[in-house]
Structures are given as C-alpha cells and as structure tokens.
C-alpha cells in the first residue's frame, strides 16, 4: 500500500509524510523533491524558466511514475497536486493508493506561509498577511473541491506531530 498525503501549502504534507514514514517504518517520497532532482532545478526556477504549465506536466508524470514505481511508501504531493490534469483520478483509481488530505485553518496557513512564501512561486510575489490570508481564502475554497475528494481528512490545527501520525494510523487501520 502507498499513502498518499495531500493538502494546501504548509499544510505539514512533507513534516508529517517523513515522520509517519519513519514510524510504520515506509519509504517516504515527496513528489516536489523528486521533481527538483529529476529536473535539476528547485521549483522556483522551474516556475521561472519554463513556466507553470511545464511543471503541472512534469508533476503529472512523474506522480505517475512514483505511483508505479514504488510500493509501502509515503507519498507527499504538491499543494498543486490533486487540482490539475486529472492527478486526482490517477491516485484514487489507484488501488494501492489511500490519500489523506491534511486539512489546515487559513489563519495558521496564512501564519506559516507568509513566513515561507519565497520558497513557493505562486505566492513569493504577495507582500503583506492581509493580502497573502485574501489569496489563501480564495484559493483554498477552489482547491478544497479536490482535496474533499481524498480518502481521510485530518485536521492539523492545534495538534503536534505524533497526535497526526497517530490519528493517519487509527483510519488505516479502522477504515470507515
Ligand atoms: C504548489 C505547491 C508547492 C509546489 C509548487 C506549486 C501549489 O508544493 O508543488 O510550488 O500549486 O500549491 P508545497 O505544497 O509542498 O509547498
């Protein structure tokens, strides 16, 4: 079985992915880290360079190849992920895939992004908390249509990592 992990920016998808790996003892893959070593660039000069749409089409073949390429491991998306190029299709028809949509408050989003938005293109260029929390609202509306489409949601607020990865556990052992 492949868990898949999948939620906005700075939703904890690569914190939480690495630690629940290490405690069910899974492999752990993050589809970001795996496009950077693939492309030999970091997403912003991906972004940059060649563009957005260049990167939704590496990051839907190389979710792909990850998805068929490795099995008991823990697979974090990009925030981008579930909402493009029919990703979303790709991993719920996958039957070994189970996804979990890490679901996190817009104030702590807007909290932790607005301190680590460089990193990420599609908001580096937002200056103030008031303007990144307006396209954070706005943005997570649209993409909470996809995420909803995950097997388990967890929500992250107010919790530490050990409480997440215990209640990621508890639904794969319990499925609903
Ligand atoms: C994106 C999220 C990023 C990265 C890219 C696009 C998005 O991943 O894939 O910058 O569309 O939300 P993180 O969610 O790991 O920041």
């Given at each position: 079985m492949n868990i898949?992990?999948?939620?906005?920016?700075?939703?904890?998808?690569?914190?939480?992915?690495?630690?629940?790996?290490?405690?069910?003892?899974?492999?752990?893959?993050?589809?970001?880290?795996?496009?950077?070593?693939?492309?030999?660039?970091?997403i912003t000069e991906i972004f940059r360079e060649k563009g957005e749409l260049y990167f939704r089409k590496k990051e839907t073949l190389y979710l792909n190849e990850i998805l068929n390429t490795y099995n008991n491991s823990i697979i974090s998306l990009g925030g981008g992920t579930p909402c493009f190029s029919g990703n979303l299709e790709i991993i719920?028809?996958?039957?070994?895939?189970?996804?979990?949509?890490?679901?996190?408050?817009?104030?702590?989003?807007?909290?932790?992004l607005f301190v680590e938005k460089s990193k990420r293109p599609l908001i580096s260029?937002?200056?103030?908390?008031?303007?990144?929390?307006?396209?954070?609202?706005?943005?997570?509306?649209?993409?909470?249509?996809?995420y909803n489409q995950s097997d388990y949601k967890v929500s992250t607020d107010q919790k530490d990592v050990d409480t997440i990865n215990e209640e990621i556990i508890a639904l794969l052992d319990n499925p609903a």
């Open positions: 898949v992990l999948m939620g906005y920016m700075g939703s904890g998808k690569s914190l939480i992915g690495r630690s629940l790996s290490k405690v069910i003892t899974f492999e752990y893959q993050d589809l970001d880290d795996y496009i950077v070593n693939q492309e030999k660039k970091s719920n028809n996958n039957k070994s895939a189970k996804s979990v949509y890490l679901q996190t408050s817009l104030d702590e989003l807007t909290k932790r260029h937002i200056s103030t908390p008031e303007d990144l929390k307006d396209f954070i609202r706005k943005h997570l509306f649209e993409r909470s249509f996809y």
